[in-house]
Each structure stands twice: as structure tokens, then as C-alpha cells.
């Protein structure tokens, strides 16, 4: 049974309503004026996950700069760095469970209350609570492709085989980064051994798209479709900060859609909203799930 399948009572659990009651009622309010939406999710609602977020609620950045895509084709250094970083860092991902917004919005779907599910998270944890309409923007972590012959295989198979070129790698003195990532020294980076493609001896990438990249343009085209199907744009847990999503909400103000916003703390399209709210997406979802079922 997939998580989608829960009652209404199950999946707000404890804590439904300790949300601020006006944010609880605003977005009721949003959703039964707007029955058809799409959704927009970002790092913010996997937080509760355990996998960290890339920005602090005032949209500065956290931590280390990102992989660069260039960089990443171009230069041995920057795949050992990544590799390095992802070997560690992709068993907190892998091994992350949906929460209650996950839960929530899967069972929204099954009830025919979400046309589409745009996330840039890579992490599928969408999938694994019950989603099944879901634009994976940026990517899937879960999956690595060779650039030369196009093979795909399962991350934790590159894993595995990480491993095994790096037999005395720590494993278990790893901090959470996100999206898979971690801090490692760069003695750590230096003697990385980087498995190549099995099939072409080709050079093997995390099926994402890094920074500096080009998220393909049919991802782009299905989404946009989808904000001109439905009633509304709801955006939970980004700060819209990278264009790529932030796209979808100029979209849906061009062609006249509302648009609500719920993050902690500010976004680059709160000029554009007609609703936002600096609430915790769970517990205001979870009292939602629980009104509109009743």
C-alpha cells in the first residue's frame, strides 16, 4: 500500500494543527476557490526529511558553492570533488522517508485536487509517498547516466562500486548536505577514484542537472501546459531564488492564475503571489487534507 493511501486522520497526524490558524484557514480557503492546482515544491519541504536545505529563510546561501555543470564535463578534479562528496552524502537521501507534506499532497493528487507536481528536488521523494503526476525538473538523484553511450543505472549500483575503488572511506562521520552532498578534505578529493561506464569506459554523471545547466526543454513545455490547465499555482518550500522555477510563477501570473506561496521566510515571487504565507507547509497541508475531507 502506498503512502497515498492513507486516511485524512493519518496523515496529519500529531501535529495538524499547530499551524498559525489564519495561514490554516487562508490556504483552505485557496485551495476550495482553486480545486484543480498545479504544485511547485522546493528544498524546504524535504527539510523535515533530514535532507538540509540550500538557503536560510532570508534566501542566502548555506554551505559550499555548488558543482558546476561545465566544470563537471570539463575537469577531472571537479568529478573526483563531486564523487567524493556524493559518495558520502547519498546514503542520508537514499535512505530519507516521506513526510507529512509528501503524504499530503500525494493524497491531494488521488483526489483529483492536483493536475501536475513540478518539484526541483531531486530526491524522488514525492514518488515514494504516492505521487504519480511529478515533473522532475531538475532531475533524479537515484540514477546516473553515462555521457558517452547514454546507459543508465541505479545510483546505488555507483555506489556500490565507489566503494569498492575506495575501500577506506569513512562513511558513518557524515553531516547531511543537500541534494546527496558532503563535506570531505581535499586529500579526500585527491585520492578519489572515480569508476568509469561499464559498457563505453565513458564518463558517468548523476542523472541532475547541475548548476549552470539546461533543465530540457519538454520538462519545461509539461509544466507550463499544466499551469494553463489548471486553476491555480501553488508553491511550497522554495525561495524561487533559481529562475527555473521561478519561471512557472511568472507563467501563471502572465495568464492571469492565482498563485499562493507558502515558505518560511521571504521568495522571489512574493510580488507575484496572491497568497503568502510564512507558515510550515506540513501542518498548514495537514490541516487542509483534514477540512477538505471531512
Given amino acids: 500500500m502506498t503512502e497515498s493511501h492513507r ?10 494543527y499547530s499551524a498559525d490558524r489564519e495561514a490554516n ?21 524535504s527539510a523535515d526529511s533530514g535532507i ?38 547519498w546514503p542520508p537521501v537514499r ?3 516521506p513526510n507529512v507534506t509528501h503524504r499530503c499532497l500525494a ?5 483529483g485536487h492536483i493536475d501536475t507536481l513540478i518539484t526541483q528536488n531531486v530526491d524522488r521523494l514525492h514518488q515514494r509517498a504516492g505521487s504519480e503526476r511529478v515533473i522532475d525538473l531538475h532531475g533524479r538523484l537515484d540514477q546516473v547516466v553515462c555521457l558517452g553511450c547514454g546507459q543508465e543505472t541505479q545510483r546505488e549500483t555507483m555506489q556500490q562500486r565507489l566503494l569498492q575503488a575506495n575501500p577506506d572511506s569513512e562513511l558513518n562521520t557524515v ?12 586529500e579526500r578529493v585527491a585520492a578519489m577514484q572515480v569508476p568509469a561506464c561499464s559498457q563505453c569506459a565513458g ?17 519545461v513545455e509539461a509544466g507550463m501546459a499544466a499551469i494553463e490547465r489548471s486553476d491555480a499555482l501553488l508553491v511550497l518550500g522554495s525561495s524561487l531564488k533559481v529562475y527555473s522555477g521561478y519561471r512557472f510563477c511568472k507563467q501563471a501570473a502572465a495568464l492571469g492564475k492565482p498563485i499562493a506561496i507558502i515558505n518560511r521566510g ?11 504565507l510564512n507558515a510550515d507547509c506540513g501542518s498548514v497541508l495537514a490541516y487542509t487534507v483534514q477540512a477538505i475531507s471531512a
Avoid at 30 to 38: E, K, S
Avoid at 107 to 111: A, F, I
Fill in 95 to 97: 535512505d530519507a522517508r
Fill in 52 to 89: 538540509p536545505t540550500y538557503r536560510d529563510a532570508q534566501g542566502t546561501w548555506l554551505g559550499s558553492n555548488p558543482i558546476q555543470h561545465q566544470n563537471f564535463l570539463n575537469m577531472l578534479a571537479a568529478r573526483r570533488r563531486y564523487w567524493a562528496r556524493s559518495m558520502l552524502g
Fill in 25 to 45: 484557514q487562508r490556504c483552505l480557503a485557496f485551495i476550495r476557490a482553486h480545486p484543480t492546482l498545479t504544485v511547485l515544491t522546493g528544498a524546504g519541504i
Fill in 107 to 111: 493524497w491531494m493528487e488521488s483526489k
Fill in 203 to 219: 564518463t558517468l554523471k548523476p542523472d541532475v542537472v547541475f548548476f549552470g545547466g539546461s533543465v530540457p526543454r519538454d520538462r
Fill in 175 to 186: 553531516s547531511p548536505r543537500p541534494d546527496g552532498d558532503a563535506d570531505v578534505s581535499d
Fill in 7 to 16: 486516511t485524512s486522520t493519518d496523515l496529519a497526524g500529531a501535529d495538524a
Fill in 266 to 276: 521571504v521568495t522571489r515571487g512574493d510580488d507575484l503571489a496572491n497568497l503568502k
